[in-house]
């Protein structure tokens, strides 16, 4: 799956995750910037369910940028995926 254009998906708000997505430059690969109140204890665990879904979802060049306030993995990987599919404009996704 190729990114195509700049998306979003989540929320600023407590116990949830604003996901950013926006293509990068061919050859790149994948950039994930991640801010958290929790980094220290959490980061490295964020960063591993961002990659799951970026791997399972075969996207090579992307930059991401996660604002974290607390979220579950369950919402790390649907707001991760939600953002890469809205940047992805499949219109296979949409039928």
């Known amino acids: 799956m190729k990114i195509k ?3 979003q998906a989540g929320s600023l708000e407590s ?4 996901i950013s997505v926006e293509p990068n430059k ?3 690969g994948v950039e ?3 801010d958290s109140p929790a980094y220290k204890q959490f980061g490295q665990q964020i960063l591993e369910e961002i990659k799951e879904i970026v ?3 075969n ?3 992307v930059k ?3 604002i974290d306030k607390g979220s579950l993995s369950y919402t790390i990987k649907a707001r991760t995926e939600t953002a890469l599919l809205r940047a992805s404009e499949s219109e296979e996704d949409n039928e």
């Open 5 to 7: 254009k700049s998306a």
């Open 15 to 18: 116990c949830d995750i604003l």
């Open 26 to 28: 061919q050859g790149s």
């Open 32 to 34: 994930i910037n991640l």
């Open 55 to 57: 791997e399972k979802m």
């Open 59 to 61: 996207i090579q060049d």
């Open 64 to 66: 991401i940028d996660a």
